[in-house]
């Protein structure tokens, strides 16, 4: 596999449950990337893209950016709140400070929803574990491209 520029920046998620398939969301001109739920025909979740086929996400739920060399995050008011490595970034409703995302962090967005049972999971959020793609080089783990 050739890499080219193209490839990255760009932030690669790991699924750590079957929630989705693994992304690599390419992270170009310093824009943010929404990070959310599907909302119509134009949000359909892919493996390129920050949107996932959850219901514990909100609409617009994080944002995701590159900036001088690091990735960061930031919650964008979501109800049901975005995780780094088990801290919820902001309360409810309130738009968080950015947060760098390195390899090897662990990311989720929002909570698994409980049944009446309070056993059966209804809704299950998006838990993964983050690669930071910042050069050519963080493409390929043990000389495999990934």
Do not use: C
């Not at 170009?28 to 119509?40: E, F, I, L, N, Y």
């Not at 947060?99 to 989720?108: A, I, M, S, V």
Request: hydrophobic share 35%; proline share 5%; net charge negative.
């Amino acid at each position: 596999m050739q890499a080219n520029s193209g490839d990255f920046p760009a932030l690669k998620l790991y699924p750590l449950n079957d929630s989705f398939v693994p992304k690599q969301i390419v992270l170009a001109d310093r824009r943010p990337v929404r990070v959310g739920r599907q909302m119509d025909a134009t949000t359909i979740p892919s493996e390129r893209n920050g949107y996932f086929e959850s219901k514990t996400l909100s609409r617009r739920h994080a944002e995701i950016w590159e900036e001088d060399g690091r990735i960061w995050i930031k919650d964008v008011r979501s109800s049901n709140g975005t995780y780094l490595n088990g801290v919820r970034l902001s309360p409810e409703g309130v738009e968080s400070a950015p947060f760098e995302l390195t390899t090897g962090d662990q990311l989720e967005f929002g909570i698994d929803i409980i049944g009446e049972d309070g056993e059966t999971v209804i809704h299950r959020k998006a838990v993964a574990r983050v690669k930071s793609i910042l050069t050519e080089g963080d493409l390929y783990d043990f000389g495999q491209p990934q």
